[in-house]
């Protein structure tokens, strides 16, 4: 079965770092680009970064550029998501989803971790 | 960056009758490979959003019939012929076309 588990969530302080984890069966990720999404409680959903099949490409939202990382060990098969200076505003769900190649639509979602950024 | 506007944000709808949702994109999807990466999803409560229309106009796999979109350039639209009790949720376009990846904010679907 193909999907997507999320993993890392949990509540850290203002200032704090947190590292997601994706883990990918049924698919290889080095195959895909992958994405992720994040959704504030009770708000809508927010494109934050993505890393094209080779990683040749990366790019972010402007709302988290220069403290966010995205990355992906092929031989883990798994996406990350390296968060650094975490303010109150990236509380959310956040979601990692997979880009089918030739659509460049976000065809499979995982469950999403939730990351709570609080003193 | 581009933005993308959706209307309306609330659409309550009677069982059986169809429902029709907008998006506007602040410049033109069509991208220089002659396609246009529009793409339409659906998020049901305590769910993660699934995708339902790809490239504007294709149902993703397992998608029912009643869903199909439309569009061009910055206008587009997601129609469902005959809206069932299992179509309440919120509703989403996002274009791929350029990075920034955007979403609309989202338009909730809910039964009269």
């Known amino acids: 079965e193909v999907q997507l588990v999320e993993s890392g969530g949990g509540l850290i302080q203002p200032g704090g770092s947190l590292r997601l984890s994706c883990a990918a069966s049924?698919?290889?990720?080095?195959?895909?680009?992958m994405h992720w999404v994040r959704q504030a409680p009770g708000k809508g959903l927010e494109w934050v970064s993505g890393?094209?099949?080779?990683?040749?490409?990366?790019d972010y939202a402007d709302s988290v550029k220069g403290r966010f990382t995205i990355s992906r060990d092929n031989a883990k098969n798994s996406l990350y998501l390296q968060m650094n200076s975490l303010r109150a505003g990236d509380t959310a769900l956040y979601y990692c989803a997979r880009e089918d190649h030739f659509d460049a639509a976000l065809d499979i979602w995982g469950h999403g971790t939730m990351v709570t950024v609080s003193s | 960056e581009i933005v993308m506007t959706q209307t309306p944000l609330s659409s309550p709808v009677t069982l059986g009758q169809p429902a029709s949702i907008s998006c506007r994109s602040s410049?033109?999807?069509?991208?220089?490979?002659?396609?246009?990466?529009l793409s339409w999803l659906q998020q049901r409560p305590g769910q993660p959003p699934r995708l339902l229309i790809y490239?504007?106009?294709n149902r993703f796999s397992g998608v029912p019939d009643r869903f199909s979109g439309s569009g061009a350039g910055t206008d587009f639209t997601l129609k469902i012929s005959r809206v069932e009790a299992e179509d309440v949720g919120v509703y989403y376009c996002?274009?791929?076309?350029?990075?920034?990846?955007?979403f609309g904010q989202g338009t909730k679907l809910e039964i009269k």
């Open positions: 490239k504007m106009s």
């Open positions: 890393i094209s099949w080779n990683s040749g490409s990366i």
């Open positions: 996002m274009q791929a076309t350029q990075y920034p990846y955007t």
């Open positions: 410049q033109s999807l069509l991208h220089s490979d002659g396609n246009t990466y």
């Open positions: 049924g698919f290889s990720v080095d195959d895909y680009a």
